[in-house]
Nanobody, 111 residues
Framework: QVQLVESGGGLVQPGGSLRLSCAAS????????MGWYRQAPGKERELVAS???????NYADSVKGRFTISRDNAKNTVSLQMNNLKPEDTAVYYC?????WGQGTQVTVSS
């Protein structure tokens, strides 16, 4: 079973930046569609961004122009660069290979 381990969350002020990383086990990472999802308290989990095996990306409207998803197939990692963070970005962020979920990493945007 593939394991996904997120890192990089934390507390940041509005307008700040964070970079999340997800390390995946397994031999076939380069073939996987990968996604970042988030879940805020009292809300459903939602897609933030996804990236195909060939590098095509998709973003939620709420993060377009602020967040960038990328992958490094040689290192089995997928990252999410988050700029100009807003309080409404506060959530637990999860890495997903469309079979397995990571454990999540907390992102809190607050002054």
């Amino acid at each position: 079973q593939v394991q996904l381990v997120e890192s990089g969350g934390g507390l940041v002020q509005p307008g700040g930046s964070l970079r999340l990383s997800c390390a995946a086990s397994g031999k076939f990472f380069s073939l996987y569609l990968m996604g970042w999802y988030r879940q805020a308290p009292g809300k459903e989990r939602e897609l933030v961004a996804s990236i195909t095996s060939s590098g095509s990306t998709n973003y939620a409207d709420s993060v377009k122009g602020r967040f960038t998803i990328s992958r490094d197939n040689a290192k089995n990692t997928v990252s999410l660069q988050m700029n100009n963070l807003k309080p409404e970005d506060t959530a637990v962020y999860y890495c997903y290979d469309y079979v397995n979920w990571g454990q999540g990493t907390q992102v809190t945007v607050s002054s």
